[in-house]
Structures are given as C-alpha cells and as structure tokens.
C-alpha cells in the first residue's frame, strides 16, 4: 500500500497551516527534549518498553480479572477488545497512510533513549493508540478501574516523546484514535449503563441494616464461596444456608417460614425455585448472582454483593412481571424464558453428555445431534392451523438487541411477551441463525416474531419438551403461556447498571 500523505515532501504551492503546525509540532518536541522531567528517568523509558506489543496491557487486565468482581473482568474485557481495534487500525491504515520519519534523536538525552529504536514510521503512535484505548474502554465499563489505568495511559503516551521515538501530534493522532476505537467497540457490544432496566415499579422493601430478617439460601454447585462470604460480611446478621442442588428446593421452603425477605444465591434454575417459595409466601425476593448464568440477574441490574447489600440496607426494589406456562395440572413460572422445540432438547442432550465431556464440548455435540435430526421437534397449532416448528421462544419481557451484543430486557415489567417462532422446513441451522441476527419483531419466511399477553397452544404432541430458565419438564396437549403483571417484588438499588 503507498502512502496517501508523505509528511517528509513539500507539495507545491502554499501550505502555510501544515508548514505551522509541522514547525510547531518540531519546536515542542525540542522543548521537551530540553526540559528536565523530575523523577521520569527511572520510570518512563522503563513503562515504553513495558507497552510493546500491549504486554502492560495484557497484564493489567490479568490483574483486574484477578480481583473476581464481574465488573473489573467486563472492563478488561473491553479494553483489551479496544486494544485489539486499534491496533489493527494502526497497523494496517495508520502507519502506511501517512509518512513521516521518527524524530532526530541530536536533542534528547542519550540516558532517555531506547536502547532499540522503532523501525517503522513515526505518525501515529501505536503505544498512544493502544494505551489510550485500553484505558478509555476500561472506564466505559468501571469509571473507578478507568481512574487507576488512565494515569499509567497518560505516562506511557509521554514516554514516547520524553523517549525521542514520536513527535506530540504522532501522540495526539494516536491517542485520538484509541478513544476512537473504545466508542466502535462499545457500539458493537453496549456497556452494561446503556443495558439500565427502568427503576420502576418501584416499591418499598423492608431495610435492614445489618440484614436481621433475611435468610439467604446458596446453592453450592453454582461456585458461590466467594459471594456468600461478601454478603457475611456486608450484612453480618443476615442467616445464609448452603446446600447441595437438590436440597435447595426444601431448604427455600424452610427458609421461608422464618424470614421477613428471602435470599437466593445461584444460577437461574435456582433463582427460578426461589421466586416460586417467594410468590407462595408473600415475600421479597433477594437475588444474588452465582454460577455460570445469571440472566435475572443481570437483566435486573444487581451484578455483585455489594450492590445487593447496598439495596437491603436501604430498602430499595422494584415490581417486576412473572412468566406462566400451564399444561393440565402442570404449572410453573419463568422469570427469563420458555421455550418448546429445538433449544428443550439441545439442553437436555448438553446435561446427558456435560457430566462426561465438560460444558462447551457436550454443548457442541449437542446441537449438531440435534440440528441434524430428520423430524421437526414441535408440531401446534398456531392461528387455527398445525405448524411444524423448530423452535416457539416466549421472554418474559421484551428482547432488545444493541450492536452484535445478545438480546437484554431493558423493562422487566412492560405486561408483554416476546414470542417468536422459527417455522418447520429444511436446514434448521441456517433458519435459526437467521431468526437470531434478524433480532426481536422481524419477520421473514423462515421466523416471526410478535409481543403479547397471552399465547394458548393446541394439540401440542406428547412428550414435547418445554424449557423454562433452564429448567426442563414435559408437555402434551394444550399449553397456555401468560404473563402475570408486578407480582414478584425484588431487591434492586436505585441507579443500579
């Protein structure tokens, strides 16, 4: 690729505002080189060095994602994603749009010069670039990690000029880029901020100070040691039971006899169990996020015990719709989705193998045993005639999608839902990615999709599988799925992302 603009070349004719700010781009680099920077000979060649090929970087998302806090590991996520972009950005356009040649070294200090040289061209600075999007994408997602990285940023883009490698503007352009490249990304994949559900309905709850009155039931497959030993400590009298899996239905009702608000800590099969103990008695509903899906959760904005704790004491919650399915005399809620077709078996084949294989592998077998079956896994009639299906979703609430990042609830308490149908014919894979890139309320041949309040189900055929916040039952004849407006009332801070 030739270069678009050769900075070492004169054009013809007059280029009085390039020739100034080239003339003072040179005389502020002289300046630097001349000025005595206290306390940054020790420290500022040694962190240039450090950012080559974002090994400083890498390292300081390895040390957020240490601390275990799902933010910190989000923000690191995203600054290293930010990285990436404007890396390849740099590489690939950047430095082969523009020509300029590396300052001359003649006024910088030999004490502050690299001992290896960069060989590419000067305009602009790809550690700039990189530090500059590592620390922006990092803030987007926790404003606190964004104030310790963005001084070492701030360090690592001097260095370059205290070093003598980079003029200032190669450092401005390169910062001015990463910034750039952090806003792309999180237009691809939204902060959590820009995922906020409503705070409303909003209700009072029950504050209690110290947690006196809440018994929290954990559900020690779902890896929770960590968060159970948080809450301990942020609400030292509230009561927290930990148990097996399959002792967690008993325990809740236990839990419920004694407790002013009930607590839950697990994944979204147990948080399931819990809101149906919290809706039989009449209570309040803690939520604690554990195990690998979290999607209540989330969705609901409590992300961590701190957050949680910070709800409880003060008494802050919100109402907030359930999902109910019906067949005969089976019933049960959702709190996420319900589903019949292709995703009920591919979870029930994933759980037959994952004991065996692990999660990812027995997930991957899964759907290709499933995808490749000959026969449509659901047949019901929809409007007044039989359909064949492959796959029925119902969400307990609308389903937005921003940029590439999975649907999110932005209200959980809208009356509605999110139904959608991917219809019977061949190659179920490829109508099902094209039922899930087209997003929510589209239409096509292949999928619909359409929000409601209530959707019956007819002639549904035996043994049908209905999958419920993971959870999976059997079903036949006529199934009825509705939604029951604010009936559950939970704990959510005010201003919680």
Not at 3 to 23: C, E, M, S
Not at 72 to 98: D, E, F, H, M
Not at 138 to 165: I, K, N
Not at 442 to 467: F, I, K, N, W, Y
């Amino acid at each position: 690729m030739s270069p678009d603009v050769d900075l070492t070349a004169r054009k013809p004719g007059p280029r009085l505002l390039r020739d100034r700010l080239l003339a003072l781009d040179c005389r502020l680099f002289e300046f630097a080189a001349a000025r005595h920077w206290p306390a940054a000979e020790p420290v500022l060649p040694r962190l240039s060095r450090g950012a080559n090929h974002g090994v400083l970087w890498f390292a300081t998302a390895a040390a957020m994602a240490a601390s275990r806090t799902p933010r910190a590991r989000r923000a690191a996520a995203r600054g290293l994603a930010s990285l990436t972009l404007a890396s390849a950005t740099i590489n690939t356009v950047g430095k082969r749009s523009v020509r300029r040649p590396r300052p001359v070294l003649d006024p910088v200090p030999l004490v502050r010069q690299l001992k290896r040289q960069p060989i590419t061209t000067s305009f602009p600075s790809g550690h700039s670039a990189s530090a500059a999007a590592f620390a922006a994408g990092v803030a987007m997602e926790s404003p606190g990690w964004g104030a310790v990285v963005a001084p070492v940023a701030f360090s690592v883009a001097m260095s370059r000029v205290y070093t003598g490698v980079h003029f200032p503007s190669d450092v401005l352009a390169g910062a001015a880029l990463g910034v750039g490249a952090a806003f792309a990304v999180r237009g691809l994949v939204p902060t959590r901020d820009r995922h906020a559900p409503p705070a409303r309905p909003r209700v009072e709850l029950p504050a209690l100070p110290e947690g006196e009155g809440l018994v929290v039931v954990a559900n020690t497959a779902a890896a929770t040691a960590d968060r159970v030993r948080g809450l301990r400590e942020a609400l030292p009298r509230a009561e927290v039971v930990e148990c097996a899996p399959e002792d967690v239905p008993g325990e809740l009702c236990k839990a419920a006899a004694r407790a002013r608000v009930l607590g839950v800590c697990g994944g979204d099969g147990t948080v399931n169990t819990a809101a149906e103990v919290a809706l039989r008695h009449g209570l309040p509903l803690a939520v604690l996020p554990g195990g690998t899906l979290n999607h209540f959760a989330l969705d609901l904005g409590v992300e961590d015990t701190r957050s949680l704790s910070r709800a409880i004491r003060q008494g802050e919650g919100v109402r907030v719709d359930i999902g109910r399915f019906s067949c005969g005399a089976r019933r049960g809620i959702f709190l996420n989705t319900c589903a019949l077709g292709v995703y009920p078996e591919l979870v029930r084949e994933r759980d037959r193998w994952s004991h065996r294989i692990g999660g990812w592998p027995a997930g991957v077998l899964a759907a290709a045993r499933v995808l490749r079956a000959d026969r449509h896994p659901l047949e019901a009639e929809v409007g007044g005639r039989p359909r064949p299906l492959w796959l029925l979703f119902a969400g307990n609430g609308t389903y937005h999608r921003m940029g590439l990042a999975p649907g999110r609830r932005r209200d959980l308490a809208d009356g509605l839902l999110d139904v959608r149908v991917v219809h019977g014919g061949r190659r179920p894979a490829l109508r099902l990615l094209a039922a899930a890139f087209a997003g929510p309320l589209t239409r096509s041949p292949v999928h619909a999709a359409v929000t409601v309040g209530r959707l019956r189900l007819a002639d549904v055929a035996p043994g049908t599988l209905l999958a419920y916040d993971g959870e999976v039952t059997e079903v036949e004849g006529d199934v009825t799925l509705e939604k029951e407006p604010e009936a559950l009332a939970v704990y959510r801070p005010t201003g919680a992302h």
